[in-house]
Nanobody, 122 residues
Framework: QVQLVESGGGLVQAGGSLRLDCLVS????????MGWFRQVPGKEREFVAG????????RYAESVKGRFAMFRNNTKNTLSLQMNSLESDDTAVYYC???????????????WGRGTQVTVSS
């Protein structure tokens, strides 16, 4: 079974930065990390950033545009999310999302990581 591993979460002050990384655990299968979501307890998971296919330009939620940047390392098959100018509203569990195929446009995802907590203090 494909396992995605997120890292980089933690506690940061408002205005600070964090970088999240996602990889496919070795030996668990083939998948391509291509998106990030986040979720606050009691609320629905929301889209943060994603690629529709491997050569596409990342799309971002309006709430993070200009502050977050997502990028893939296609050689390593990893996905990163650089988060700058963090705000209290960015506090959430962040999930990496992956697809079985990166070669055709898609809006859905096949695999999800277990999440990494990002907490932004006021």
């Amino acid at each position: 079974q494909v396992q995605l591993v997120e890292s980089g979460g933690g506690l940061v002050q408002a205005g600070g930065s964090l970088r999240l990384d996602c990889l496919v655990s070795k030996g668990t299968g083939v998948a391509f990390p291509m998106g990030w979501f986040r979720q606050v307890p009691g609320k629905e998971r929301e889209f943060v950033a994603g690629l529709r296919w491997i050569e596409a330009t990342p799309r971002y939620a309006e709430s993070v545009k200009g502050r977050f940047a997502m990028f893939r390392n296609n050689t390593k098959n990893t996905l990163s999310l650089q988060m700058n100018s963090l705000e209290s509203d960015d506090t959430a569990v962040y999930y990496c999302a992956a697809r079985r195929s990166p070669f055709v446009p898609a809006d859905d995802y096949d695999y999800w990581g277990r999440g990494t907590q990002v907490t932004v203090s006021s």
